[in-house]
């Protein structure tokens, strides 16, 4: 991942029967994200959960990543990684970091990172006039 521009890095928690897809989109949707994650050709994914009846499967971790190829599209290559937390119980965390985006989306990234600054900014200002007045000796 060393030279290929930019990098992404979102963490996304989920619970319940759905915790995987529900982790995985607060991921790649993450606050810390300022730009779109779509077009990433390179991506580190760790999923972790917990022990037991509710814990991690290998069908959470299987969910979690269809859900961020289906957000970034074609040609993503995947170094996975999944993690046990005993701590956890019925909660799954799903941390990213993507790399090596396309130019092609670099349109959807600027356009994301424009709304952000736009939510970011103050919605209202208040102008403020000078009333003094040099006196002319």
């Known amino acids: 991942m060393k030279g290929k521009g930019n990098a992404l890095f979102g963490i996304g928690i989920g619970s319940g029967p759905d915790k995987a897809i529900e982790a995985a989109n607060k991921a790649i949707t993450s606050s810390l994200l300022e730009t779109s994650i779509r077009g990433a050709k390179q991506a580190i994914v760790n999923v972790t959960g917990g022990v037991g009846e509710n814990g991690l499967s290998l069908d959470d971790a299987h969910d979690a990543v269809d859900i961020i190829e289906q957000a970034v599209g074609d040609g993503l290559n995947i ?29 959807d990234r600027q356009n994301a990172l424009n709304e952000r600054a736009a939510q970011a900014a103050p919605q209202s200002q208040t102008s403020f006039e000078s009333t003094y007045e040099e006196d002319e000796d």
């Open 79 to 107: 170094i996975m990684g999944v993690a046990v937390n005993e701590h956890l119980n019925d909660e799954l965390i799903v941390t990213i970091i993507a790399t090596g985006f396309d130019d092609e989306y670099a349109t």
